[in-house]
């Protein structure tokens, strides 16, 4: 069982929007602006998409964004592309207990 | 360009110990927090270590305290991680990764772990 709560699925048709969430507790989530999500393509390294929440790494398409509500953490896909279909995993630092990640989702693109 | 790579990975028997390298490429690893992290296969993400970047703190994921020991040799670009006691559900892929800002910004490819008699 994951620390953070994530669906386990989520689809959008191309040039749709998704949203991912990602819930916790106040001593992760809900206590620190470091949440980061990362992409798993199938036999790949994670790739990461963003960082303190809100942050995206150079090279990262804008179409890529994050929020955060409370306890909850949000990554939002915007103009769904075919190479989005991957697994997404959110992540955040928790204090004295390290990091912690959510269980992952898998976005199909239909 | 950062690159990352690990190595040490193979079959052990349960019980046994590995110790797991990490090399830093096209960047010196001093000055970086450094990350350990695995992907049991078909599952999720776990972190598992963490050490900073000058080697004055260490913090373990709970599943592996007192069986799995970070250490870095910054003369080397180096990391290692220390496997002792393993089990079956050690049994992954192991990743290291580079921090920035309390995340994982670069990873490596990876080293398969199995364990198993």
């Known amino acids: 069982q994951s620390a953070l709560t994530q669906p386990p699925s989520a689809s959008g048709s191309p040039g749709q929007a998704v949203t991912i969430s990602c819930t916790g507790t106040?001593?992760?989530?809900?206590?620190?602006?470091?949440v980061s999500w990362f992409q798993q393509h199938p036999g790949k390294a994670p790739k990461l998409m963003i960082y303190?929440?809100?942050k995206r790494p150079s090279g990262v398409p804008d179409r890529f964004s994050g929020s955060k509500s409370g306890n909850t953490a949000s990554l939002t896909v915007s103009g769904l592309q075919a190479e989005d279909e991957a697994d997404y995993y959110c992540?955040?630092?928790?204090?004295?207990?390290?990091?912690?990640f959510g269980g992952g989702t898998m976005l199909t693109v239909l | 360009q950062v690159q990352l790579v690990e190595s040490g990975g193979g079959v052990v028997q349960p019980g046994g110990s590995l110790r797991l390298s990490c090399a830093g490429s096209?960047?010196?690893?001093?000055?970086?927090?450094l990350h350990w992290l695995r992907q049991a296969p078909d599952k999720g993400l776990e972190w598992l270590a963490f050490?900073?970047?000058?080697?004055?703190?260490?913090n373990y994921a709970d599943s592996v305290k007192g069986r799995f020991t970070v250490s870095r040799d910054d003369s080397k670009n180096t990391m290692s991680l220390q496997l002792n006691s393993l089990r079956g559900d050690d049994t992954a892929v192991y990743y290291c990764?580079?921090?920035?800002?309390?995340?994982?910004?670069?990873w490596g490819q990876g080293t398969l772990v199995t364990v198993s008699s």
């Open positions: 990764a580079k921090d920035r800002d309390w995340t994982y910004e670069d």
């Open positions: 096209g960047f010196s690893v001093r000055g970086y927090s």
């Open positions: 050490i900073r970047h000058d080697g004055s703190d260490k």
């Open positions: 106040s001593s992760d989530v809900g206590g620190y602006n470091y």
């Open positions: 303190e929440v809100t």
């Open positions: 992540s955040s630092y928790a204090g004295r207990n390290g990091w912690v």
